[in-house]
C-alpha cells in the first residue's frame, strides 16, 4: 500500500458539485493498493500515517504526528500512484491492484482510521475527484506499508 501525504492547513474532495470529504488542519492522504495487500498492509499504513512526525513541535521542528495534533485526516483513492514508469511514454497499471481488492482495501482503511482517529474524512472510490488543498509548508513525503 502506498501514500502520498500533505500536511494541509485545509482540503476537501467534490465529485461533481457534491462535496465528499473535507478536513481543516491535518493530514490529506492519497492512497494506493497494490497486488498482494491486505489487512497487515492497511493496519501498517494506518499506524504510518497517524504516527508519522510532520507536524511542529514548540521550537518549530517536525516532531509531532497527526495523532499528536487532532488534526483531520482525509483519505483519497489514487491507483495512479502504483503506475510503473520505467518504461516508455505511458505508465503501465500492471502494479496496481485490481478495482475490487483496491476498493476492498481502500475502504478498510477509512474503517480502520475512522475507528482510531477523529475527524477522518474520505474520497470516493472510483469516482472522477476535484482535490482541493493548501499544502502547509510544503510538506510532502511518499510512505509505502509491505
Known amino acids: 500500500m502506498i501514500a502520498l501525504i500533505q500536511r494541509v492547513a485545509e482540503a476537501r474532495v467534490e465529485v461533481g458539485a457534491e462535496t465528499v470529504g473535507a478536513i481543516g488542519p491535518g493530514l ?3 492512497v494506493a493498493v ?6 497487515a498492509q492497511a493496519q501498517r499504513m494506518l499506524e504510518r500515517l497517524l504516527g508519522y512526525r510532520i507536524f ?26 502504483a503506475a510503473d514508469t520505467a518504461k516508455g511514454m505511458r505508465p ?3 502494479s496496481a491492484a485490481t478495482p475490487g481488492d483496491g476498493r476492498r482495501w481502500f ?3 477509512l474503517e ?3 475507528a482510531r482517529h ?3 474524512a474520505g474520497g470516493r472510490f472510483g469516482a472522477h475527484m476535484r482535490v482541493h488543498l493548501i499544502n502547509d509548508g510544503p510538506v510532502t513525503f511518499w510512505l509505502q506499508a509491505r
Open 92 to 94: 503501465s497499471f500492471a
Open 34 to 39: 497494490e497486488p498482494g495487500d491486505g489487512e
Open 56 to 81: 511542529p513541535d514548540d521550537a518549530g521542528r517536525m516532531n509531532r504526528a497527526l495523532a499528536d495534533t487532532g488534526g483531520g485526516l482525509l483519505l483519497v483513492p489514487q491507483f495512479t500512484l
Open 112 to 114: 480502520l482510521a475512522r
Open 107 to 109: 475502504e478498510r482503511l
Open 118 to 120: 477523529a475527524p477522518v
Open 28 to 30: 490529506l492522504a492519497f
